[in-house]
Nanobody, 126 residues
Framework: QVQLVESGGGLVQPGGSLRLSCTAS????????MGWFRQGPGKGREFVAAINWGGGNLYYADSVKGRFTISRDNTKNTAYLQMNSLKPEDTAVYYC???????????????????WGQGTQVTVSS
C-alpha cells in the first residue's frame, strides 16, 4: 500500500523556521521525483519545490527561492522541506507528492504526480 505521510507542520511566528518531512512506503522511493505543494485558504494548489530521484536537480517556486530548501534521503525514504524566514502568506496546508515518470519541464504541475500525502498544516502568525 502506497503511503506518503507528512509531518513537521505547526504554528510559527513570522521570520521563524520549520522543517517538514515526508516519509514514503509501499513503492521504490528512490525512483521517484518528489514535490512539495501547498494550498492556502481560498486558494488553489500551488507548486513549492521539487527534487529529482538523485537529488541533483532542484526546482523552486519564485515565491520561496532563497528561503526554502528541498532535500531527500533515499536511505530513509524521506523528503524534506526546510522553510526559513517564514511569512504569513506561507500559511497553507503543505502536501508532498511522488512522480514516477518525470516529464521535462513539468515539475510544477500537480497532474504530473502519481501519489499524494494527506498534508500538514503550516500557520505563520504572530
Amino acid at each position: 500500500q502506497v503511503q506518503l505521510v507528512e509531518s513537521g507542520g505547526g504554528l510559527v511566528q513570522p521570520g521563524g523556521s520549520l522543517r517538514l518531512s515526508c516519509t514514503a512506503s509501499g513503492f521504490t522511493f528512490s525512483s521517484y521525483r518528489m514535490g512539495w505543494f501547498r494550498q492556502g485558504p481560498g486558494k488553489g494548489r500551488e507548486f513549492v519545490a521539487a527534487i529529482n530521484w538523485g537529488g541533483g536537480n532542484l526546482y523552486y517556486a519564485d515565491s520561496v527561492k532563497g528561503r526554502f530548501t528541498i532535500s531527500r534521503d533515499n536511505t530513509k525514504n524521506t523528503a524534506y522541506l526546510q522553510m526559513n524566514s517564514l511569512k504569513p502568506e506561507d500559511t497553507a496546508v503543505y502536501y508532498c507528492a511522488a512522480d514516477l515518470v518525470p516529464t521535462v519541464g513539468a515539475a510544477a504541475r500537480p497532474d504530473e504526480y502519481d501519489y499524494w500525502g494527506q498534508g500538514t498544516q503550516v500557520t505563520v502568525s504572530s
